[in-house]
T-cell receptor, first 111, second 109 residues
């Protein structure tokens, strides 16, 4: 998986609780992305980063925030989880905002 | 708005039975078209990038082709281990990747 790890790999949480997912890369790529994947939808971009402390919104950013304090780490936070955020979350990296390489995913269930 | 449509949604083949998957797209200024393979419970695995109409790329039993409106992923003499969901994505200039919903391929022995 191109030197990308995600943690946790599985999480069950209750509605209204905060949740943070972590993506860690060892490739020193500039760009990092968070996607969610749901049945009936393609992968949808939540947020992305183009450098340390440089982030921007994607297609489905409502209810999510991100932070990137180091090149290798990109955090996705759900401030107050809702059942609609039950999904599989993938992190991806890219050297030039072009070909992207994906992590193994985090399965999040909000009850 | 950039759009990607993949067909069929699902395809069942017998081992050795060649076929093609389709990815139709509308985008303003194509920067690249990407094919990924995704196995159950795993992240998408990068396969190919195509840059311009007429381009072809091959990897083992897979060959990807590109026209101005669509891309095909040709699978020659598939094996059961080729079973997976194949994803297509396009990127316009100064835009982010847009993914299709995928084609689930099952190859029976």
């Amino acid at each position: 998986d191109a030197g990308i790890t995600q943690s946790p790999r599985h999480k069950v949480t209750e509605t209204g609780t905060p949740v943070t997912l972590r993506c860690h890369q060892t490739e020193n790529h500039r760009y990092m992305y968070w996607y969610r994947q749901d049945p009936g939808h393609g992968l949808r971009l939540i947020h992305y980063s183009y450098g340390v402390k440089d982030t921007d919104k994607g297609e489905v950013s409502d209810g999510y925030s991100v932070s990137r304090s180091k090149t290798e780490d990109f955090l996705l936070t759900l401030e107050s989880a809702t059942s609609s955020q039950t999904s599989v979350y993938f992190c991806a990296i890219s050297e030039y905002d072009y070909e992207q390489y994906f992590g193994p995913g985090t399965r999040l269930t909000v009850t | 708005e950039d759009q990607v449509t993949q067909s069929p949604e699902a395809l069942r083949l017998q081992e050795g039975e060649s076929s093609s998957l389709n990815c139709s797209y509308t985008v303003s200024g194509l920067r690249g078209l990407f094919w990924y393979r995704q196995d159950p419970g795993k992240g998408p695995e990068f396969l190919f990038t195509l840059y311009s109409a007429g381009e072809e790329k091959e990897k083992e039993r897979l060959k990807a082709t590109l026209t101005k409106k669509e891309s095909f992923l040709h699978i020659t003499a598939p094996k059961p281990e080729d079973s997976a969901t194949y994803l297509c994505a396009v990127q316009a200039k100064n835009e982010k990747l847009v993914f299709g919903k995928g084609t689930k391929l099952t190859v029976n022995p």
